[in-house]
């Protein structure tokens, strides 16, 4: 089983940025970022391969972008001009993702 840990969540106005992080405690091939909104299904928000291919969803094309660390086992998502859409329980886990390795997440909420 692998274990992922989220962080860098926080709250922001509106046109603000984060970056989240996520260390995995085994090295994945391709990892994704995921979000759920309250009363939302999860959704992937953005994946990377080992090769540094990545992949967005539409809804955050030219604002997001996932990067990895491989010798670290650790990707990044650097968000910037959130939306209070962007609001949400953010977390990490491979692609595609396994059920039983779903973390604690990580807080993004952005408010006027």
């Known amino acids: 089983q692998v274990q992922f840990v989220e962080s860098g969540g926080g709250l922001v106005h509106p046109g603000g940025s984060l970056r989240l992080s996520c260390t995995a405690s085994?090295?994945?091939?391709?990892m994704g970022w995921y979000r759920q909104g309250l009363g939302k299904e999860r959704e992937l928000v953005a994946e990377?391969?080992?090769?540094?291919?990545?992949n967005y969803a539409d809804n955050v094309k030219g604002r997001f972008t996932i990067s990895r660390d491989g010798t670290k086992n650790t990707v990044y998502l650097q968000m910037n001009s959130l939306k209070p859409e962007d609001t949400a329980l953010y977390y990490c886990?491979?692609?595609?993702?396994?059920?039983?390795?779903w973390g604690q997440g990580t807080q993004v909420t952005v408010f006027s």
């Open positions: 990377i391969t080992g090769r540094s291919n990545t």
């Open positions: 085994a090295s994945i091939f391709a």
């Open positions: 886990n491979s692609r595609p993702p396994v059920g039983r390795n």
